[in-house]
């Protein structure tokens, strides 16, 4: 199996002005590292509103001007610079987005799927798939000629879903693809991206729901304060002594199997000079006050802690 | 407030003619200007009440009549740089807003910032300068060559005569148009949509034609219509600076001779047209967007 | 990506954006000043000289003369010094106006339901019309246009400022304070006003511009200042009757430096609104 999309080290930060007009920048990803492969579904799970859309941002090329990166992202092996993410997005590497209102609120949602075209040949070619791809997914002629504000939840999120698999692209990006639908839809939202991975294509979940991420993925990147603190298979959530973060164990064990949310308690927003879970480790050791352990694999799982492996021994 | 003017309505019709304290008392009778100001208000409601506005004491006809003439002279005026001012004033915000941030953008702003901080009559008074006297490409005042009446000036003669006082009165609204136009661009670019065509690989500036102006333009048409107010505020700056014998010119006639039932005639008539102006802007909003009409199917 | 943002580019690149902002203000307010000194200690009856008449720019006169040989550079001045004067006047006196409706409309609703009618009835009769018929029924001159000006010009910080009252009204501290058995005079005094203070100073910097351009406008028509004043609506009329013989100084000067003032003014307005709502800064 290839390796689709590798994501290296990378931060993004911003500058800001707060009152007075004083300058603030502001760390959103901190060290970020990820990849995911062909026929393979990565969840990256962290509270709603950290900031984890912007990985999909980052990748795409569309992150704001006003944000600083570093670290390096890689696709099939190339180095996506924002030359290549502008020829690649929306053909091999698409978005599925969070919500109804990434739909032009006054363009018809069949026009919308189709996208720009050069001429009315590449028009009707792509209607006729977008037809197909909305059949696959239920919706009905009718639907062409709605407006994004007219559909239903569920009805969205297959219009949602359509837009991304128009291009027939390799690596879908979906971002918090089930916020705000009801249990039938998230049902079938799931069974959709699971379905995406059997003709060999790769997905990265970006969510903040455990559920969603233990029911869709193989494999799970917990997002703690900007940093990827552990990555470990889907199999090895069902049993904590297999979990090797302390949050991560705390998250699981508190999680009584009934789809709780993931929304914890403070996570420092500030910089941090340590490990960004000090302050509320129960198994912290003196060098996490001051010292960021980096992300190093164990036994086949990413983890980034003092207290596994020996690499982060001597920081 | 006309009736606190220290200018007597009776004196300004009369003019320089002589009259004996008789026939002055008669006449003020006739205006009114015996009367108290309570009464004098109350008698100009009355008359608007059955429909009439009066009658001009300037121009010596009905004010119904000043008003009709004078105001399709300038409702010309006023469509063809309404119109002008719409496209060139869209255009503008739409390239600044798409090209934030660069050169052209800075030009634009630049220019919408000097024009917005600009005596309207000013720019009047350098067209005429410019284009007038220096050029000598256009006549300096008058709508009409003088000698001629009205009525036999041919429509070419008629057409060069309205394009200084079009493109001043046009300059002044391109500004304001613009820099709408450009923050609402500006905002387009910011939304998830707009992020979401660009990572489906769109091209910049087809997702400016495909979602910008479509997003843009109806707000802009909308302000636009809302800019009837200071449309009519220009257009009588305008017509005194280019002599252009319309609604602003009666206004400045009837402000300076006191003429009562003209000025208010106008108030009202102004009044209707900037209301008008709003109406439409909610029509149009009405009909147009889709989520609204919507709303009103159901 | 990572680029280096504007600010950082040029001249004061050493300044951050704080810093600029209030050196932009500074540097405006002290030129703004100096021709309000300057044209305050001019005599307002300037030297005739008829030997030196209708001349063009020079470096003598460098705004030329005018049809009794007197110094243009010299008028303008004046004139600027008494928009800026006038200006001063009907803002004050339009914010005055503002908040006094904003508070009244936020009394009760059929307090609010009349203000919000009156600024609808403003905002519908043309800003030159109103400020015409404002001036003749106070009897022209500077009390008249000020008060005509000032007027017409409250509408814009009226709607701001009934929006704000409304916002910190049903806000939980107001309501708890009220529980108190606080007076509504006490917490308009208390609470409200404090909050709404940035909002009323930018505001009537913000129509400044607008009081001087219109003061001028109607002064030009013939219905603000009397001709014998040095405004400089009056010298522009003034030089109507000379255009034609190409006297364009007469116009030209007078009016650029007017414009120049407002846009001083208009820098000053709108940077102070940026160090107050540090939103748009951000874009």
Partial sequence: ???????????????????????HDLKVISDLTIDVMENEIVAILGSSGSGKSLLAHSILGILPYNSHV????????????????????????????QSVNFLDPLMKVSEQAIGECKDENEHNEKKLRQREVFDKYGLDESVDDLYPFELSGGMARKVLLSTALIGNPNLLIADEPTPGLDRKSVEETIEDIKNLKENGKGVLLITHEIDVALKTADRIAIFYSGYVIEINKVENFSDTDKLLHPYTKVLINALPRNGFNFSEGVQPLDDVSGCPYYENCPVRLDKCENNIPQLIEHNGVMIRCFNIGGVNDEP | MIQLSPIDPVKAYLGQRIVSQEQLAIMGDYWGTNLSLGERVVGWLQTLASGSMGFSLIYRVPVTEVIMQKFTASLTLMVVSWVISAIVGFGLGIIAGAKEGSWIDKAIKTYCYILQSTPTFWIGLVLLMVFSVYLGWFP????????????????????????????????????????YTRDKLINVKKSDYFLFAQARGESFWGIIKNHGIRNVLLPAITIQFLSFNELFGGTILVEQVFAYPGIGQATVAAGLRSDVPLLLGIVIISTIFVFVGNLLADVIYKYVDPRIRSEDDE | MSEMPWYNKGLFSSLNLRQKTLLTIGLTALVLFIVFISGMMIDANLPTNFSIKMQGPSFEHIFGTDWMGRDMFIRTIKGLSLSIVIGLGASIISSIIATILAFIASFNKYCDTFVSWLI??????PHILLIMMISIGLGKGAFGVIMAVAFSHWVNLTRVLRAEVLQIKTSEYVALSSKFGRSKLWIAKEHILPLVLSQIFVGTLLVFPHAIMHESSVTFLGFGLSPHEPAIGIILSESMSYLAMGAWWLAFFPGASLLIVVLLFDIIGDNLKRLFDPSEANN
């Fill in chain 1, 70 to 97: 570093s670290g390096e992202i890689k696709y099939k092996g190339n180095i996506l610079t924002q030359e290549l993410k502008e020829k690649l997005r929306g053909k091999e590497i698409c978005l599925i987005p």
């Fill in chain 1, 1 to 23: 199996m290839e390796k689709l999309l590798e994501v290296n080290n990378l931060s993004i930060s911003f500058t800001q002005y707060v009152q007075g007009l004083n300058r």
């Fill in chain 2, 140 to 179: 300096i005042g008058l709508s009409v060559p003088m000698g001629q009446l009205a009525d036999t000036v041919t429509f070419w003669q008629w057409l060069y005569r309205l394009i200084l006082p079009a493109i001043t009165l046009s300059i002044v609204g391109i500004a304001s148009l613009t820099m």
């Fill in chain 3, 120 to 125: 609808d009835l403003f905002a519908s009769i």
